[in-house]
């Protein structure tokens, strides 16, 4: 019996990759370089946040905080992603669906599109925007005259927040959706099922940690996005100022523990992400055993 398994155990490592039967001193330097990478690149600078918005006291933290231009920058930063990614979501399973499960002349140029904001500057994406609703852009006097406004003024910032963010839910989705296939949507239509019928009770069980894991990383960018928002907001304090543009002004105003300490609100959110974002992760192994190959077992 010891030797059918010894056997088994030996026919089982020469199948495995040659990566894995690397020495264990070189593991351990792989694994060392990524962990002080990972602490010089990530953590140190995370840490420092910290301990630069607590340098004058607790005192100093919570009365950079609480200030009302950084509640204000706080509270615009929120809305603006509960705005940008409820829209980019519906238009991530628009096109994901699209792509994924129809055939149609011009889907690679739809694809091209939707990873067009990962090519272009933020700053360039920003200024397009205020080419086309400032007020001396193309529809400029038109809005002006209908008293509409939209550079320096939420809707701009909501604007270019969701072309900035919008392809992170539909790339997420299209690949999987793609390996999943159409035969379980098939199946309910020929069991007579509609098009919603098909969309709520098929199609988005399937790919519903998927489709949350976009979501948060969309989010992430949404509150964390800089360049095309500073653009588009005017930098008015206390009214189109998020929580990135309100850090700049407070550092060029060399108020380094207020700027500290209102970036470490950004990072808090960015950890509450990551701590969703892991929790998905696991979920969606659990759901899903078979992913993690003979080993997982």
């Known amino acids: 019996m010891a030797g059918v398994i010894t056997a088994h155990l030996s026919d089982k490592a020469a199948r495995r990759p040659k990566h894995i039967t690397e020495s264990a001193a070189v593991r351990r330097m792989l694994i060392g370089i990524v962990l002080l990478f990972l602490a010089l690149i990530v953590l140190l600078p995370m840490i420092s946040v910290f301990i630069e918005a607590f340098k004058k006291g607790a005192e100093v933290y919570f009365a950079s905080i ?4 950084a509640l204000s920058a706080l509270k615009l930063t929120l809305l603006t992603a509960a705005i940008a990614v409820p829209l980019n979501t519906v238009f991530g ?8 499960k129809f055939r149609f002349r ?15 500057s933020p700053v360039i994406s920003g200024m397009v925007f205020v080419l086309l609703f400032g007020a001396q852009g193309w529809f ?9 406004q939209i550079i320096f003024a939420l809707p701009g910032i909501v604007l270019a927040t ?22 379980e949507e ?36 949404a509150m964390g996005e800089f360049g095309a928002v500073s653009v588009v907001s005017g ?19 060399y108020s380094f523990s207020a ?31 078979e992913g993690g190959g003979e080993d997982a077992h």
């Open 106 to 120: 011009g889907k690679n140029i739809l694809i091209t599109l939707i990873d067009l904001p990962f090519a272009i």
């Open 66 to 69: 609480t200030d009302p231009d």
């Open 186 to 221: 098939e199946a309910a239509a020929s069991l007579g099922a509609s098009g919603w019928q098909i969309l709520w009770r098929v199609t988005l069980p399937n790919i519903k940690w998927g489709l949350l894991y976009g979501i948060i990383l969309c989010n992430a960018r």
């Open 259 to 289: 700027s500290f300490a209102v970036a470490s609100l950004l990072v808090l959110l960015a950890l509450a992400t990551l701590i969703v974002k892991s929790f998905i992760e696991w979920k969606t192994a659990q759901m899903n055993p």
């Open 162 to 183: 969701t072309f900035v963010t919008f392809p992170f839910v539909a790339r997420e989705l299209v690949p999987l959706m793609q390996a999943q296939g159409v035969q």
């Open 93 to 100: 399973v628009a096109a994901a669906w699209a792509i994924s």
């Open 235 to 253: 930098h008015i304090r206390g009214e189109t100022n998020t929580l990135p543009l309100h850090i700049e002004i407070l550092y060029n105003e």
């Open 140 to 148: 400029g006097p038109w809005l002006q005259n209908h008293d509409i």
